[in-house]
């Protein structure tokens, strides 16, 4: 399968572990269960799916384990975005080979390139690889806003197709959509709706890990241009949203797919569980949101 245009609602999938390991079975559950939900698509090993904890080996199997279970009924991207260009190269290829719809490339953190040092990244990486390339921009994480001027100019390439844009500014969808034709989808769950109605494609979403059904319906009629209807959904959900980010991504949304038994809450090092004081926060927004 190939992903020109990647459209709709898509998990950035958290990683399960059980005693420091990867927790397989219960990644095989919850793709399984995701699918069964009608999401549109998976990200494997994006930030929410602690990827910079992954060692080389296990970030590919767990891209394996969601390609294995997805079994060609949803679309899968793997994140494969480090801050060193050769390494990124490298997973790159290593992903593309086993068979993924596309590669989520984030921006490199911690050097804080610039402009020609962005495109000069992408691009190697574009070049090195078949599939599709969606640019992941979030700048809380990586010190840097990628320009709308240099989407542009990344969206020459004829394998970078779309933008995961994490900026917290929806303005960039005009901004984007003026200078380019590439697939926007918003990095933003309380923001996506918003988004969508300017024009974005769809969202990569953390609160999908625990309500996949309805983060796609609610995509799905925004699609259609039925914002009444997915505004509701929306508005039903936005205390979850929020909720989700009381700690650092993926701390909450662990503690809240830990409270409905679908995982271990297991998190690696610099990451620790959720606040105890907030766990109750959490619990309320989800059972407002009609999660048990």
């Known amino acids: 399968m190939t992903l020109s245009r990647p459209r709709g609602a898509w998990t950035a999938l958290v990683t399960p572990f059980a005693d420091g390991r ?145 900026a917290g500014a929806v303005e960039r969808v005009t901004a984007i959509r003026s200078l380019c034709g590439m697939s926007i989808l918003s990095g933003d769950d309380h923001l996506a709706l918003a988004a969508m109605a300017l024009g974005a494609e769809g969202v990569v979403s953390v609160l999908s890990n625990l309500a996949p059904a309805d983060t796609a319906r609610m995509a799905g009629l925004a699609l259609e241009g039925d914002f009444v209807r997915a505004r509701a959904i929306h508005e039903r959900l936005f205390p979850l949203m929020n909720a989700l980010f009381l700690e650092s991504n993926p701390i909450p949304v662990k503690q809240a797919l830990a409270i409905t038994s679908r995982i271990r809450n297991e998190l690696r090092l610099p990451l620790t569980p959720m606040r105890q004081d907030l766990t109750g926060a959490l619990r309320l927004a989800m059972e407002q949101a009609g999660i048990a």
């Open 22 to 166: 990867l927790d397989l079975p219960s990644l095989e559950r919850l793709v399984d269960w995701q699918v069964a939900e009608g999401i549109d698509g998976l990200v494997a090993c994006g930030c929410t799916g602690e990827a910079a904890t992954l060692g080389r080996d296990e970030h590919l199997e767990v891209v394996r384990t969601v390609l294995r279970v997805a079994a060609g009924r949803v679309p899968v991207i793997a994140g494969t975005g480090k801050n060193d260009t050769a390494a990124t190269v490298e997973l790159s290829r290593a992903a593309s080979s086993l068979g993924v719809d596309g590669i989520l490339v984030i921006t490199p953190y911690y050097n804080k390139p610039t402009a020609e040092g962005q495109v000069e990244h992408y691009r190697a990486v574009a070049d090195a690889v078949e599939c599709p390339v969606m640019v992941y921009n979030v700048p809380g994480r990586t010190g840097t806003n990628m320009t709308p001027g240099t989407l542009a100019l990344l969206a020459e390439h004829p394998r970078i197709v779309a933008v995961k844009d994490a």
